[in-house]
């Protein structure tokens, strides 16, 4: 990876910070994106004096608010001379219901409004870098759901319900724009990366947070585990060329049906341009 430019959302914790490190040991310029810069900018540090490089920096956003995604977007495409990765790894998973500063369901804003809108507005700098890679941190979760565009915000669905419907919704998005991107050298997958010991299950109730950190561990992931997938999307020279695929453990699977719906994917690829102000 030495001489690649990678940007790796939601990487000051978890299966992002994992992946960041995985990167930067393969001797990429790794861009570690976080919602508290202070944060970002120790992780940052601590992943370039372990892998003894130089070139890790920390960038800043919250993805709750799309004014600063769009900020994000710009900072990064006038700073860069090319990415050749991008990996949406910054998620959350909400218990009780919230909104985000523009008014969305808060899960849905950050799963899947703020990818889609920072992936199309780094578009011109991936093309402009092909061959480029796009991934996408979806989930098993999405199997159960499905997705009604005359409610996208969820209103009376429980936390896990919405999580599952903005796990869906990103494998929509990977189908829809690997679709546009055909022939433009930039790839488009996405992945699951397993059950991870991560603070995704921070806002969780106190003693479900307190099962998981203990008997629950025993069965789950490490985030260095729950990062293999995305590293190797990032990073594999057998998967350049592929595209549109949906990974698990490192092989290509199928996702559910409802996440292979065509028409599905471009009507929610038009309410997502709708809802984040960009031009469908």
Not at 9 to 28: D, P, Q, Y
Not at 108 to 137: D, G, Y
Request: proline share 4%.
């Amino acid at each position: 990876m030495n001489g690649r430019v990678c940007v790796v959302t939601g990487a000051t914790h978890g299966i992002g910070l994992a992946s960041a490190r995985a990167l930067a040991a393969l001797g990429a310029t790794v861009l570690v994106h976080g919602r508290d810069l202070t944060r970002a900018r120790a992780v940052a540090e601590d992943i370039g004096r372990a892998a003894g490089n130089s070139e890790v920096r920390a960038v800043q956003a919250d993805f709750a608010h799309l004014t600063q995604v769009r900020r994000l977007a710009q900072e990064l495409t006038d700073s860069l001379p090319r990415i050749d990765v991008l990996i949406n790894n910054a998620g959350l998973l909400n218990v009780s219901r919230a909104v985000s500063a523009d008014g969305y369901e808060l899960t849905l804003a950050v799963n899947h409004l703020a990818p889609f809108l920072l992936t199309n507005l780094l578009l011109a700098k991936l093309k402009s870098s092909a061959p480029a890679r796009i991934i996408v941190v979806a989930s098993e979760a999405h199997r159960r759901a499905r997705l009604d565009f005359h409610d996208l915000m969820s209103n009376g669905a429980s936390g896990w319900a919405a999580y599952g419907r903005s796990k869906l919704a990103n494998l929509l998005f990977s189908q829809a724009l690997a679709a546009r991107l055909g022939g433009t050298g930039v790839t488009v997958n996405a992945l699951h990366p397993g059950v991870v010991a991560s603070n995704l299950f921070h806002p969780a109730p106190p003693l479900l947070r307190a099962l998981l950190a203990s008997v629950g561990r025993l069965f789950m992931r490490s985030p260095a585990q729950g990062a293999r997938t995305s590293v190797y999307l990032a990073s594999a020279p057998e998967v350049a060329d592929r595209t549109g695929g949906y990974y698990v453990d490192c092989r290509l699977v199928a996702p559910s049906r409802a996440a292979q719906s065509a028409a599905d994917a471009a009507r929610l690829w038009q309410e997502s341009a709708r809802l984040t102000g960009l031009a469908a």
